[in-house]
């Protein structure tokens, strides 16, 4: 079978597809054929050896994937040949099989298309956890989402509408914020060329937002939190724009906020039951139309150094779907 591989650090172009041996399907364990695989900004740190995880190569990028079951290991039970699911494997999905832990996985709906679910897991399992479990969003609060294009950004101002929220995108272009706004934002921000605090503070009618999502970080991680609210919560989600902010405490304080953050991959492993119950939910969201699982483009399995690169360039607006 074909496999992307990373044989060594690198860059995109670095990325070889070759042949690799079909894998088998070991104790708990179930090989499912990847249909449609999803790629995300830290795709583009794991392959270049920047990530806090560094798997052992050769690896595959591609953290989530959907596809058939094609066969069960021993002790399996509730998946058979041909169910429909999708998973999450922390990489290794940018092939045409994979053997995972059966409580990897979720079935699908008939009606849920494979380029759509690929595209769940990361984005959404990550911001449903930060908006339910982690601010506790509440109905009537205001939510801004920083880098709000993007696909976990989508996510945010979906997953916001959904739980009451007014939603704030913010993003770097006039076009990024508008395409925000198709999806469900009900104010728009574009900070590169409005004071991001000073727009917040604006479209808050002075008081800031309750809830602050941050996959960016960089200079508008401190930005945003000077314009938080009373008792707000700072969502650390990710650094998008490479650079590791060093928020002043001073702000915390004077705030009476709360910094929260958002390591989703280390808390599906501490509470499974959560993960699948949040899993379950948003497919079924999905499944019903109230999640758009937008697609910006899907790529061949040979184009996805193509794919990354245009990740890395910020040119994406949704998810990136490698069809394999």
């Known amino acids: ?19 690799v041996p079909e894998p088998d399907a070991g104790a708990g364990e179930v090989v499912v054929r990847i249909a449609a695989a999803a790629l995300n900004f830290f795709d583009t740190l794991i392959i270049a050896g920047k990530y806090q995880f560094k798997p052992e190569m050769p690896f595959s990028p591609a953290a989530e994937f959907a596809g058939t079951v094609i066969a069960v290991g021993t002790g399996v039970t509730g998946f058979a040949p041909g169910d429909r699911v999708l998973g999450y494997s922390g990489h ?16 699908l709906p008939p009606s849920l298309e494979f380029d759509r679910a690929a595209g769940l897991c990361v984005t959404y399992g990550t911001t449903l956890y930060a908006l339910k479990d982690r601010a506790r969003l509440k109905s009537g609060e205001i939510l801004a989402v920083l880098g709000a294009s993007g696909g976990v950004g989508l996510a945010a101002i979906e997953l916001g509408k959904l739980m009451g929220a007014r ?16 999806h469900g934002a009900d104010a728009g921000i574009d900070y590169g060329k409005d004071d991001l605090k000073e727009a917040l503070r604006r479209e808050t009618g002075g008081n800031g937002p309750d809830v602050i999502y941050d ?26 724009a490479g650079a590791i902010p060093k928020l002043p405490l001073n702000l915390v304080l004077l705030k009476g906020c709360d910094v929260v953050g958002v390591f989703w991959g280390s808390w599906i492993n501490r509470d499974r039951a959560g993960h699948r119950a949040n899993t379950e939910q948003i497919v079924q969201w999905c499944a019903d139309g109230k999640l758009s699982s937008h697609i910006h483009k899907v790529y061949p399995l040979a184009g996805g150094p193509q794919a990354l690169k245009d990740i890395a360039a910020r040119k994406v607006m949704g998810k990136v779907i490698l069809r394999a």
């Open 1 to 19: 079978m074909k496999a992307l591989l990373c044989t060594r650090y690198g860059t995109p172009d670095d990325l070889a597809l070759t042949d």
């Open 92 to 107: 290794g999905a940018a092939r045409e099989q994979i053997a995972i832990a059966a409580d990897r996985l979720v079935k």
């Open 167 to 182: 939603v704030i995108a913010c993003a770097s272009s006039e076009d990024k914020v508008a395409f925000a706004r198709q």
């Open 215 to 240: 996959p960016v970080g960089g200079d508008y991680a401190e930005a945003a939190l000077r314009a938080i609210a009373w008792e707000g919560r700072f969502l650390v989600v990710g650094f998008a």
